[in-house]
């Protein structure tokens, strides 16, 4: 692929390793050849490196490809998922989803990118839905804005949520931010 071509969010290999083009720069000097600055992730590592290249330069296209897929458990440092097409199981490092892990409950269905069949990394749906089964108790005091506390989900992770929030309270949760959205109320 020519240089010219590789924008924001493009996926290019170097020296063998998947990146994702996390910013792209471009200048043209008034003497010699264009400039393309790169601001590149490693999707292996999640390392950050910065590159520049010239005008007439190559890199390959990755190999990437996304697959539906459903999280089934977690097997000491792997959370192992399953493709919802072909019911084939298989594993994510835990260093690979970092905090993404504090948001899966069995059953999730997410997004999974591969690279040459190996899973890289997921994508979470935007909300979830989770059972607060810890919350700190709220001391009243008279203010203007908003009081919260802080509260444990099934799935561990801790957020802040209003006073009004108790144990056994559907939440619904941002995985974008990790905010309170809303308490959902069971329907009857």
Known sequence: MDISEVRKGSKVLIDGFPYNVEDAEFMKPGKGRAIYRYRLRN??????????????DSLDP????T???????????????????????????EYKLA???????????????FHDDKPLDITLPIFIEATVVKSDMAAR?????????RATLETGLEIDVP???KEGD????????????????AKK
Request: glycine fraction near 6%; aromatic fraction near 12%.
């Open 99 to 113: 905090d993404k892990a504090h948001y899966l409950k069995e059953g999730m269905i997410v997004i999974t990118l």
């Open 141 to 149: 005091t008279d203010t203007v804005t908003a009081q919260m506390k």
């Open 43 to 56: 999707l292996v590592d999640g390392k950050s490196i910065e590159r520049t290249y010239h005008s007439g």
């Open 67 to 93: 697959r539906e897929g459903q999280y089934l458990y977690k097997e000491g440092d792997h959370y192992i998922f399953m493709n919802t097409d072909t019911y084939d199981q298989y594993l994510i490092e």
């Open 170 to 185: 559907a939440i619904k949760v941002d995985t974008r931010t990790g905010a309170y959205v809303e308490r959902i109320v």
């Open 163 to 165: 006073t009004f929030i």
């Open 62 to 65: 990755a190999n990437i490809s």
